[in-house]
T-cell receptor, first 114, second 115 residues
Framework: AQSVTQLDSHVSVSEGTPVLLRCNYSSSYSPSLFWYVQHPNKGLQLLLKYTSAATLVKGINGFEAEFKKSETSFHLTKPSAHMSDAAEYFCVVTLTGGGNKLTFGTGTQLKVEL | GAVVSQHPSRVICKSGTSVKIECRSLDFQATTMFWYRQFPKQSLMLMATSNEGSKATYEQGVEKDKFLINHASLTLSTLTVTSAHPEDSSFYIC???????????FGDGTRLSIL
């Protein structure tokens, strides 16, 4: 069985300040982990993925995430928030590269203020 | 690459009608497509997994006679909500994957409102 916990349902930051969205996972086997972003009334866009290669994964729009097996974490970070980053972010785990069932976290709503 | 188109983006219809939603992979062949449902301010719930040329696999609690899924080609899957009622109102999202170990690519979703 696998599961994902997103510790914060809402995160608010000021524009230009760092972003940290937390995610912890539970998996019986070596997981593949993803971060997706969803803007209002839109589908999901893949930000980045971890599939057992480098533990520090760089994604689009300046986001990156670090896989820490000892902490079972896959937190998403960005050095400097932009207004356009305001959206819902989902941490996702699967046992394979993503073609099989995905298990979604409950999501974190990121708000970026001026 | 890996663009998934979902149509229509929004549907408003009367209770009792059937609604068909299309999901197309525009620039790749999708061996597997997935259908999700998302309630307001909640995460995505997988409804069914669809493989081209075979019957869809439905998740527990999802009525297969209510939500008909057809995956007739490697680029098209359809979800038909039959005899829709207000409780079927939701945001439906499809995704497609090229191969078993490739990430899923999502459509923009369909907002279904049943009056």
């Amino acid at each position: 069985a696998q599961s994902v916990t997103q510790l914060d349902s809402h995160v608010s930051v000021s524009e230009g300040t760092p972003v940290l969205l937390r995610c912890n996972y539970s998996s019986s086997y070596s997981p593949s982990l993803f971060w997706y972003v969803q803007h209002p009334n839109k589908g999901l866009q893949l930000l980045l993925k971890y599939t057992s290669a480098a533990t520090l994964v760089k994604g689009i729009n300046g986001f990156e995430a670090e896989f820490k097996k000892s902490e079972t974490s896959f937190h998403l970070t960005k050095p400097s928030a932009h207004m356009s980053d305001a959206a819902e972010y989902f941490c996702v785990v699967t046992l394979t590269g993503g073609g099989n069932k995905l298990t979604f976290g409950t999501g974190t709503q990121l708000k970026v203020e001026l | 690459g890996a663009v998934v188109s979902q149509h229509p983006s929004r549907v408003i219809c009367k209770s009792g009608t059937s609604v068909k939603i299309e999901c197309r992979s525009l620039d790749f062949q999708a061996t597997t497509m997935f259908w999700y449902r998302q309630f307001p301010k909640q995460s995505l719930m997988l409804m069914a997994t669809s493989n081209e040329g075979s019957k869809a696999t439905y998740e527990q609690g999802v009525e297969k006679d209510k939500f008909l899924i057809n995956h007739a080609s490697l680029t098209l899957s359809t979800l038909t909500v039959t005899s829709a009622h207000p409780e079927d109102s939701s945001f439906y999202i499809c995704s497609a994957t090229k191969q078993g170990n490739q990430p899923q690519h999502f459509g923009d979703g369909t907002r279904l409102s049943i009056l």
